[in-house]
């Protein structure tokens, strides 16, 4: 591109041009056209740019400039010497006050001169202060689209414009139950994403370049489930307890909340997406949070005296990794049941309404951005029905966005009709997809920045691949207009192989493109093609086959993963074994259904985590609405299956467990006898906790005790042990006479690939 120029622009020129081929030179180009010599009054000039403009993508690119000519360029020419890494630019970078960082950085820098070590940690601050600036920005367009504006105004509780429809606070007469709220939520299927364009800051920076396809779906885990139904669900009801209960029944957590700081803790437990949609949907609006209010105010003004809440989120099976976007459609769907209690929505019953699905879209948004997960504009597709494609649009005078960002942040939603896609496409998608989870579980948060970071700096070869990607999603859409399956295959494939990969290789491994090699040697030309989904692949993957060798191919690609998994399980970060999925196009999108009398139960699986902590309960503490669920669900044992062998789990257990009480403390008590354990000092040493004079805060040294640092006679290395020592050793390990203690920290999804892992399994 240089080539073409008699001079290049400068790095503000290239930020701030409204001409596209200047704006979309890529970084590395100026630098190979600027002598080295002056970068350092350019970035001088660069450095003043991000804190003067007042524009907010201007800031963002002129900070990951930055970021990349100190990284990739400046770091290379420079040697080691010059300044070290100040110790208190290194505290503020971690603890995210990467302004302050910058400054101690160049300060340090022009005391000490330039080297290697400042430059990289300058990379380092502008880098992560560039996402930081970002983030902050998408969540201030967030708060200021339409729908999401009077929940940050309200401060107090007797302002709280919403109520409780009145006929869910008023329980049945026959059976004594409340109303329940049911919302069912297909989760959505990408077809194509053009390169990751759903990315909050690519839509809204460069709008004509965001588009992608994506299609509701039910799903199945094939020999497990009878058939595809929407797999997420919402539930919510009046309770006659002035708390706010949360359930999650997938993650086994419940809890009765009672202050409003509770509501906006996201750390305390694993409840935060429920929290998170309580607060997005109004019924606790954010502008409560610290406002000293009581959560029994917010709950009588908003249900009744002595009332409260349930919200119950549920998910049939799929795994974590799915790259179906479930948590953001579980997020969208409890912000539609709670909307539907409230009134924001015309019915209680049925579809949502085209300007509905949009506010419960940019409520999920929000939802994403309070709870700190973030995500993309598309992944609430599970909201509207059938197949739609998803484009980005650019801000008009009459967007929150306008004067601030290219594009706005919601993006339009089109959704394919019956004449624009025909049933006999659809059924030919159906009939030919092997839609399958890796049992790979990966963090893709990384590979998204470096999408972005891609983006921003518009890499020469980066950037070519996303304009590629762009016009194979015409062939995506021509291909599935005229129902031709197969040159949707090929295009998928193209776009995986090539812009995907492109982009970002690690998008792709050696567990995928052993699948598609194996699919490509079995089937041949009847195997039609790949796709992945989401982020990148090992998870949620698609396959393409001739109809007639679909059900074959589902059975080889289950062998094949399970087989391969085995092979590189201790290469791969997989969380789980492989599963094949059966799958139908959902034409209805999100639904409500209100549930009433004895047919106002939860799923089974509520019961099981459920049943056992009631049956605990004196009677007495069992408020009416829950002995009158109770007995409707004694009715229901009798009809449906399920429901019979909940109860019949809860009673062997019952059962086992008092028979293993009785066991365990008689053999308990036999073992403290033998082991010599005394009561008596036992009582002693609990009465002394009791009171204060043992414990971790008297665990420490007094202040007479001297620190000092090792000296070198202080350690002794094994190495240098003599043979007899060695042996010695050995044969006290042999004998049980070593003891180790080891201190586990926090070992996360992040730091492992987005694999589980067990804290502390070997102690070496």
Known sequence: ??????????????????????????????????????????????????????????????????????????????????????????????????????????????????????????????????????????????????????????????????????????????????????????????????????????????????????????????????????????????????????????????????????????????????????????????????????LADVLRRLVGPGQGLELVSHVNGIPKGSRLAVSTNLLAALIAVCMRATGQTGSLDGPLAESERRVVAARAILGEWLGGSGGGWQDSGGVWPGMKLIEGVPAGPEDPEFGISRGRLLPRHTIFSREEVPEAARRKLQDSLVLVHGGLAQNVGPILEMVTEKYLLRSEREWQGRQEALGLMDGVVEALEQGDIRALGEITTRNFFGPI????????????????????????????????????????MGFMFDPAARAEAQDMLLETMTRAKADLEHALPFAMDPVVYDFRINEDG??????????????????????????????????????????????????????????????????????????????????LETHGFDPRHQEEVRAQLRAGRLGLAQNRLPSTARLEDARPGDVMAAEALPDSARRRGEQALREGEVGVVTLAAGTGSRWSGGAGVVKALNPF
């Not at 080295?36 to 003067?52: N, Y």
């Not at 307890?241 to 996201?266: K, M, N, Y």
């Not at 195997?527 to 989904?533: I, K, Q, V």
Request: aromatic share 10%; charged share 25%; proline share 7%.
């Open 1 to 294: 591109m240089a080539g073409r120029r008699s001079r290049f622009p400068d790095l503000e020129t290239l930020i701030r041009s409204p001409d596209p081929e200047v704006r979309n030179l890529p970084v590395d180009a100026w630098c190979a056209a600027t002598p080295a010599e002056a970068w350092p009054a350019a970035l001088e000039r660069l450095d003043r740019f991000w804190r003067e403009s007042d524009n907010l993508y201007e800031r963002v690119r002129a900070l990951f400039f930055l970021h990349a000519i100190h990284r990739f360029h400046l770091c290379p020419r420079l040697g080691a010497g010059g300044a070290r890494i100040p110790y208190a630019g290194y505290r503020f970078l971690l603890d995210r006050r990467f302004e302050e960082a910058i400054d101690a950085f160049r300060a340090a820098r022009d005391r000490d001169g330039e080297g290697a070590l400042i430059a990289s940690a300058l990379a380092a601050a502008y880098g992560r202060l560039g996402f930081q600036t970002l983030a902050d920005q998408v969540r201030a367009s967030v708060r200021s689209v339409r729908g999401n504006q009077w929940a940050f105004r309200m401060g107090h509780a007797a302002d709280h414009p919403l109520r409780v429809r009145p006929e869910l606070t008023e329980p049945d007469p026959a059976s004594g139950a409340f109303p329940l709220l049911h919302e069912r939520t297909p989760v959505r299927m990408d077809l194509s994403h053009s390169a990751w364009s759903d990315i909050f800051f690519l839509g809204m920076d460069y709008p004509e370049g965001a588009r992608v396809l994506n299609v509701s779906i039910d799903l199945a885990v094939r020999g497990r489930d009878p058939a595809p139904e929407p797999p997420v669900n919402a539930y919510l009801r009046v309770i006659d307890r002035p708390v706010l209960r949360l359930v999650s029944v997938d993650l086994g957590a419940s809890a009765d909340i009672t202050s409003l700081a509770e509501v906006f803790d996201f750390a305390r437990d694993y409840l935060g997406l429920l929290k998170a949609a309580v607060i997005a949907s109004g019924l606790v609006p954010p502008g409560l949070e610290g406002s000293g209010q009581d």
């Open 501 to 540: 990969q492109t982009i970002i290789p690690w998008a792709s491994n050696a567990y995928t493109e052993s699948l598609i090699d194996a699919a490509r040697a079995r089937f041949g030309d009847r195997f039609w093609g790949f796709w992945m989904l989401g982020g990148m692949s090992g998870g949620g």
């Open 590 to 671: 999100t639904f409500g259904s209100a549930q009433r009398g004895s047919a106002a139960l939860l799923p089974p699986a509520y019961y099981a985590q459920a049943l056992p902590r009631l049956v605990r309960l004196d009677p007495r503490e069992i408020t009416p609405a829950r002995r009158a669920e109770l007995d409707g669900l004694t009715g229901r044992i009798g009809e449906d299956p399920r429901y019979r062998e909940v109860a019949q789990n809860l009673y062997l257990s019952l059962v086992g467990r008092a028979e293993a009480e009785t066991r365990s403390g008689a053999d308990l008590a036999r073992l």
